[in-house]
Structures are given as structure tokens and as C-alpha cells.
């Protein structure tokens, strides 16, 4: 008799096969049979009906703090996914000198919105090494199987102190040497790879670049060839290719790219989206990675399955409000500051602060302050495509109203039952063009994989550890403006072709011998509510949580985690050091 069998469901193996009605048998942790005629099992799940597909294997989040004091790692464990990849951006809390914590606190804090009061009482610490690292997580037991990597801007403050801190310094051989040594550890002691960021947008929380934007193709590449010598790992990176009008600065950092991907000779990933000042230049890096394919390198553009894009809220890290100097000396409290906010004079004095602001501000900020095109009141479920009649310009233009008090009724609402928790959603990658036909042909493409969900990051200003639910629900189900994709495209993207990606071979498969990660799913009933904000980080500190509803059962190494919608308390995961072959 067999442990687990999963009766009647159709399904969706994770490989991209046609989807069959079939049985699953588990024993231990392992898939077992996979047929008509599996057998009895202990306990039974029922799946007719329904879609029963590996669990997601969601490789772009920054969880590498919150590993080392929350089990459960919502929203990602109750949102299908069973195994996670932690240290990517270039960012992570290993190596770290005591001296040094502070700092990669900020670091984190600014580069990825976590807050810094929650990684200060919340990290446990305990390492200076990353394979001292590694075994502090060892002792961790979570829903999902955590991986992590070796994040180059902690790595260049561990050698370099607080020149490494400081982009426009530039590694010595020495340095370069150590860095590669100390990454080459970390990669034999169980990192899946080396990581790195050459973005502006990543700054600490008082505003400095991070220390990686323009190290030098020598530190760069002296770094990766760790990998080489280890023989296993991979590469993740963000860089501003994706993103810059400078067509000479893409020139020169696909010229890096691709000598990563043809020299070191291990797997490659760095970030793609459109931006609204570039919404071509993904084709371009798409054309450049097949080239790259074509002369025998392993490279991938991570794409994500919807906008990136924040929410803003009277609580949230983005407001469109916070402009406007009375915004700072409103009340702290949330009832007492929402009560001033619906007096006339401090809603007269905003608008007047509100317009004197605008002259002063440009790119994302102007957008967050007045892009009344790009802010849609989050409906329930959520509408990751929106149309522009939906947005506060369109919902303006037919009420006749300014687009300012619809946005403050909006985030103030009505004073006998609004709470001043309205959330509106603003896409700001992957629109340029009002629509995701251009995300459609990036997830179309053989050269792309998904990822960048950050879940982890951003606590308070995006909830995109959500996006393996969206890739189901959105793209092979709900999608009205445009071309579909099928189900078993999107399972396989978010299940096999990352898992083999960062060499998880164990996994991203229902067929025998494989890991019993697995998701029950009611398509018909699968769904995401609305964000909420939730103070349940260390020091008070608050997040966005979203919760989906369809998920019957996610099973981790056999065990259930979660059953409709629910943590059953259960944390099977644990940490997963390196490459993992098919037993």
C-alpha cells in the first residue's frame, strides 16, 4: 500500500507532454507509478476534475534573510510553490564580516524594500562565511526546499571593506583573486551559483549605488571562473541592458553578457523587461542570447509572467501623496491620520502640494505622483491586464471629474466604511504599449524562462511572489486581449525548466522516481485575492500578502503543506546544497 494516491486527475507532468487522465502513487518522497492502475494508498486525494501538476519551482526570489526565521514563506508556499532560489540581485547576508551587518541590512533594505527594523531583530546571524552560511540554514526546516547563491556585493565588502562598497573603486588582482576563492567555497559547500547586479536602480536605504553597478569585466569574469573550476553553477544577473536609451552602455554590457555565457561555460540568466523609454530593446536582447545559443552557450532571459509594476496605498511604500510636505506631518497613527485626510482643508492643502510637486519629478517617481493612465484600483480577483476606461484618467474622464479626487477618494474611501486600504496598481515594466502582447512574445520565445517574481522583496510596495498563480490563471485561462498560452507551456516554465536550470534535476516532473512535489489544482475555482498588508514581520514590520483560492492541496516531498488555501503546519523542505541529480 502506497503512502499518498492522487485519483482521477488530469495530468500536467511538467515536461510540456500533452496532459493525460492518469493516478499518482506516493511513497516516502519519491512519485512512485504514474497510471491507470497505481494501487491503494493510505491516504487518498481525489482529483477528479481536477489538474495535478509538479509543484512550481520559483528561482528569482530574496527570502535570504527571512529563511532564517519564518517556516511557512508565504506567499510563495501558498501559492503552489514547493522549492525556492534565494541570493540572486547580487544580493544576500553571506559572506558577512560583523562589522559589515548594518550595512548589507541597508543594502537589502534599499535594494529589495525589505525593512530594515524587521532584518535587524529578525536574522539570527551566527555566520561569516557563506559555507558557515549554508550551515546555519541546514538547521532550517520550511514548506518549500530553499537554494541559495553566492551574491557578488556581500562578497565585495568581505574582501574589500567599504571600498568594495563603492562602484567607481575597482578590485585589485588581489581582490579579484580572493573574491573567486571565496566564491569557489561557497559554490563547492552547496551555492548554486554566483550572482550579480550592474543596475542603478539598486541603492542602499540612503541612497548609494550599490558597490557591483560598474565593477569591471576582469572582476566580473575572475569572479565567475569559480565556477568553472567547481564545475557546477550558475550565473544570475540584472543589468541595465534592458532598460537604458545609451546604446553604447548596451553595447558594452552585452559584450560582458556574452563573454560570461561562451568563457565561464555554465548556465547564464539576467533579468528582461520592456520599459516604456525602450519597449524594442528586449528583442534585441533576446536576438543577442540566440546568438550566444548558437555559438554553444547556456543563456536565458528571465521574463516575468505580468507587469512589474507597485501598489499604492495610504500604507505602502508608494504613495502618491508622499510628496506633498503636509503628508509628513500627518499623524503616524492610521485612524487619526485618516480623519485629518478627510477634512477639507488638509485634502485642499494636498491638491495644491500635490500639483507644485509635479514640476520637480520624473521617470517612476512623476508616474507614482501623477500617472493617472497607469493607476487602476486593484478589483477582486486582481486584473493584470487592465484597459485604460479602468484607470483613474479613464474613471475621471467619465465621472467628469479631476484625476486628484478620484485618486483621493479612491485611497481615502468613503467615511462610513472605508478603512484607507484601498490598493491601486501601477504597471511599469512589460506595458509600454498597454497591453502584455509584447510579455506573450517574450514567453513565446525558446531563449526565455520564468522568473522574477522577488518574492521575499518589496514587502510593501509589489506582491509578485504571486506570479506562478497569474502564469496559470491569466495566461492559459482568463486572457481576453490577446492570444493564450496553453497549460502545459506554462507548468513546464514554471516547474522542469527552472528546476533544470539551476540543476535541480530531481524535480519539475510527475512521472517515477521523481520528487513528490505536487499541486492539486481546481482550475476552474484557481483565483488571487487582492493584496493585503499584514504586520507580521519581525519589530512590526508589514508586508503584502496575497492568498489564492483553487490550490486543493500542495504537496511537498510527499507530505501535504497546503490544503485548500491553508498551512497545514507541515514543513517538510530543507536546504538544498547544490545540484540534484535524478536518484
Given at each position: 500500500m502506497h503512502d499518498l494516491v492522487i485519483r482521477n486527475g488530469t495530468i500536467v507532468d511538467g515536461t510540456g507532454a500533452p496532459r493525460r487522465r492518469a493516478d499518482v502513487a506516493v511513497d516516502g518522497d519519491r512519485i512512485v507509478a504514474v497510471g491507470d492502475d497505481v494501487g491503494d494508498g493510505r491516504r487518498t486525494i481525489d482529483a477528479d476534475g481536477m489538474v495535478v501538476t509538479?509543484?512550481?519551482?520559483?528561482?528569482?526570489?530574496?527570502?535570504?534573510?527571512?529563511?532564517?526565521?519564518?517556516?511557512?514563506?508565504?506567499p510563495s508556499s501558498v501559492n503552489g510553490v514547493t522549492s525556492v532560489v534565494t541570493g540572486n540581485c547580487g544580493v544576500g547576508?553571506?559572506?558577512?564580516?560583523?562589522?559589515?551587518?548594518?550595512?548589507?541590512?541597508?543594502?537589502?533594505?534599499?535594494?529589495e524594500d525589505i525593512p530594515g527594523t524587521a532584518l535587524a531583530e529578525g536574522l539570527t546571524w551566527g555566520w561569516e562565511t557563506f559555507p558557515e552560511y549554508l550551515d546555519v540554514l541546514d538547521r532550517h526546516r520550511w514548506t518549500v526546499d530553499v537554494g541559495t547563491q553566492v551574491p557578488h556585493a556581500a562578497l565585495r565588502t568581505y574582501v574589500m571593506g567599504a571600498r568594495g562598497a563603492d562602484h567607481t573603486?575597482?578590485?585589485?588582482a588581489d581582490d579579484i583573486e580572493a573574491m573567486s576563492r571565496l566564491c569557489e567555497a561557497g559554490i563547492r559547500a552547496g551555492a548554486l551559483g554566483f550572482t550579480t547586479s550592474r543596475t542603478w536602480v539598486h541603492r542602499t536605504s540612503t541612497g548609494e549605488s550599490i558597490g557591483t553597478l560598474t565593477a569591471a569585466t576582469d572582476e566580473v569574469l575572475g569572479i565567475a571562473d569559480a565556477l568553472t573550476r567547481a564545475g557546477t553553477g550558475v550565473i544570475q544577473l540584472i543589468s541595465d541592458a534592458y532598460q537604458s536609451d545609451d546604446d553604447e552602455l548596451v553595447a558594452r554590457e552585452l559584450e560582458l553578457l556574452g563573454e560570461l555565457a561562451l568563457k565561464v561555460g555554465r548556465p547564464l540568466s539576467f533579468t528582461v523587461q520592456q520599459n516604456d523609454d525602450t519597449p524594442d530593446r528586449f528583442r534585441e536582447?533576446?536576438?543577442?542570447?540566440g546568438s550566444w545559443v548558437e555559438a554553444g552557450a547556456d543563456a536565458k532571459a528571465q521574463v516575468a509572467v505580468r507587469p512589474i509594476g507597485v501598489l499604492l496605498g495610504l500604507d505602502a511604500s508608494a504613495n502618491p501623496l508622499l510628496f506633498a510636505p503636509t503628508w509628513s506631518r500627518l499623524p503616524t497613527d492610521r485612524a487619526a491620520r485618516l480623519a485629518e485626510l478627510r477634512t477639507p482643508e488638509v485634502r485642499e492643502r494636498l491638491r495644491e502640494e500635490h500639483a507644485a510637486a509635479a514640476g520637480h519629478l520624473r521617470g517612476f517617481p512623476l508616474i507614482i505622483h501623477s500617472g493617472w493612465d497607469r493607476m487602476y484600483p486593484l478589483a477582486d480577483p486582481p486584473d493584470y491586464e487592465p484597459t485604460p476606461e479602468h484607470s483613474v484618467a479613464g474613471l475621471a474622464a467619465a465621472q467628469g471629474r479631476e484625476p486628484f479626487d478620484v485618486l483621493y477618494d479612491l485611497l481615502t474611501g468613503p467615511a462610513a466604511t472605508g478603512d484607507g486600504s484601498t490598493l491601486l496598481y501601477v504597471p511599469l515594466m512589460n506595458y509600454a504599449n498597454g497591453s502584455l502582447d509584447d510579455v506573450h512574445e517574450m514567453l513565446s520565445s525558446p531563449h526565455a524562462m520564468v522568473g522574477l517574481s522577488d518574492a521575499g522583496?518589496?514587502?510593501n510596495a509589489i506582491s509578485d511572489g504571486t506570479m506562478p498563480t497569474t502564469a496559470i490563471t491569466h495566461w492559459t485561462r482568463d486572457r481576453t486581449r490577446g492570444p493564450k498560452l496553453s497549460l502545459e507551456h506554462m507548468v513546464h516554465h514554471q516547474t522542469q525548466r527552472?528546476?533544470?536550470?539551476?540543476?535541480?534535476?530531481?524535480?519539475?516532473?510527475?512521472?517515477?522516481?521523481?520528487?513528490?512535489?505536487l499541486n492539486v489544482i481546481d482550475l476552474d475555482r484557481l483565483a488571487l485575492r487582492p493584496p493585503?498588508?499584514?504586520?507580521?514581520?519581525?519589530?512590526?514590520?508589514?508586508?503584502?500578502?496575497?492568498?489564492?483560492?483553487g490550490y486543493v492541496a500542495t504537496i511537498k516531498r510527499g507530505v501535504p503543506t497546503v490544503e485548500h488555501g491553508e498551512l497545514t503546519g507541515a514543513r517538510p523542505g530543507s536546504l538544498q546544497r547544490g545540484s540534484q541529480p535524478l536518484a
Amino acid at each position: 500500500m502506497h503512502d499518498l494516491v492522487i485519483r482521477n486527475g488530469t495530468i500536467v507532468d511538467g515536461t510540456g507532454a500533452p496532459r493525460r487522465r492518469a493516478d499518482v502513487a506516493v511513497d516516502g518522497d519519491r512519485i512512485v507509478a504514474v497510471g491507470d492502475d497505481v494501487g491503494d494508498g493510505r491516504r487518498t486525494i481525489d482529483a477528479d476534475g481536477m489538474v495535478v501538476t509538479p509543484g512550481w519551482v520559483d528561482i528569482h526570489t530574496h527570502y535570504d534573510g527571512q529563511v532564517t526565521w519564518d517556516p511557512d514563506l508565504a506567499p510563495s508556499s501558498v501559492n503552489g510553490v514547493t522549492s525556492v532560489v534565494t541570493g540572486n540581485c547580487g544580493v544576500g547576508f553571506a559572506p558577512a564580516r560583523p562589522d559589515r551587518h548594518d550595512w548589507l541590512i541597508s543594502l537589502l533594505e534599499g535594494v529589495e524594500d525589505i525593512p530594515g527594523t524587521a532584518l535587524a531583530e529578525g536574522l539570527t546571524w551566527g555566520w561569516e562565511t557563506f559555507p558557515e552560511y549554508l550551515d546555519v540554514l541546514d538547521r532550517h526546516r520550511w514548506t518549500v526546499d530553499v537554494g541559495t547563491q553566492v551574491p557578488h556585493a556581500a562578497l565585495r565588502t568581505y574582501v574589500m571593506g567599504a571600498r568594495g562598497a563603492d562602484h567607481t573603486e575597482r578590485a585589485t588582482a588581489d581582490d579579484i583573486e580572493a573574491m573567486s576563492r571565496l566564491c569557489e567555497a561557497g559554490i563547492r559547500a552547496g551555492a548554486l551559483g554566483f550572482t550579480t547586479s550592474r543596475t542603478w536602480v539598486h541603492r542602499t536605504s540612503t541612497g548609494e549605488s550599490i558597490g557591483t553597478l560598474t565593477a569591471a569585466t576582469d572582476e566580473v569574469l575572475g569572479i565567475a571562473d569559480a565556477l568553472t573550476r567547481a564545475g557546477t553553477g550558475v550565473i544570475q544577473l540584472i543589468s541595465d541592458a534592458y532598460q537604458s536609451d545609451d546604446d553604447e552602455l548596451v553595447a558594452r554590457e552585452l559584450e560582458l553578457l556574452g563573454e560570461l555565457a561562451l568563457k565561464v561555460g555554465r548556465p547564464l540568466s539576467f533579468t528582461v523587461q520592456q520599459n516604456d523609454d525602450t519597449p524594442d530593446r528586449f528583442r534585441e536582447l533576446l536576438t543577442a542570447i540566440g546568438s550566444w545559443v548558437e555559438a554553444g552557450a547556456d543563456a536565458k532571459a528571465q521574463v516575468a509572467v505580468r507587469p512589474i509594476g507597485v501598489l499604492l496605498g495610504l500604507d505602502a511604500s508608494a504613495n502618491p501623496l508622499l510628496f506633498a510636505p503636509t503628508w509628513s506631518r500627518l499623524p503616524t497613527d492610521r485612524a487619526a491620520r485618516l480623519a485629518e485626510l478627510r477634512t477639507p482643508e488638509v485634502r485642499e492643502r494636498l491638491r495644491e502640494e500635490h500639483a507644485a510637486a509635479a514640476g520637480h519629478l520624473r521617470g517612476f517617481p512623476l508616474i507614482i505622483h501623477s500617472g493617472w493612465d497607469r493607476m487602476y484600483p486593484l478589483a477582486d480577483p486582481p486584473d493584470y491586464e487592465p484597459t485604460p476606461e479602468h484607470s483613474v484618467a479613464g474613471l475621471a474622464a467619465a465621472q467628469g471629474r479631476e484625476p486628484f479626487d478620484v485618486l483621493y477618494d479612491l485611497l481615502t474611501g468613503p467615511a462610513a466604511t472605508g478603512d484607507g486600504s484601498t490598493l491601486l496598481y501601477v504597471p511599469l515594466m512589460n506595458y509600454a504599449n498597454g497591453s502584455l502582447d509584447d510579455v506573450h512574445e517574450m514567453l513565446s520565445s525558446p531563449h526565455a524562462m520564468v522568473g522574477l517574481s522577488d518574492a521575499g522583496a518589496h514587502c510593501n510596495a509589489i506582491s509578485d511572489g504571486t506570479m506562478p498563480t497569474t502564469a496559470i490563471t491569466h495566461w492559459t485561462r482568463d486572457r481576453t486581449r490577446g492570444p493564450k498560452l496553453s497549460l502545459e507551456h506554462m507548468v513546464h516554465h514554471q516547474t522542469q525548466r527552472t528546476a533544470a536550470h539551476v540543476g535541480w534535476h530531481d524535480r519539475g516532473a510527475v512521472a517515477p522516481g521523481y520528487l513528490a512535489d505536487l499541486n492539486v489544482i481546481d482550475l476552474d475555482r484557481l483565483a488571487l485575492r487582492p493584496p493585503h498588508l499584514a504586520a507580521d514581520l519581525p519589530a512590526g514590520g508589514t508586508r503584502l500578502l496575497q492568498e489564492a483560492t483553487g490550490y486543493v492541496a500542495t504537496i511537498k516531498r510527499g507530505v501535504p503543506t497546503v490544503e485548500h488555501g491553508e498551512l497545514t503546519g507541515a514543513r517538510p523542505g530543507s536546504l538544498q546544497r547544490g545540484s540534484q541529480p535524478l536518484a
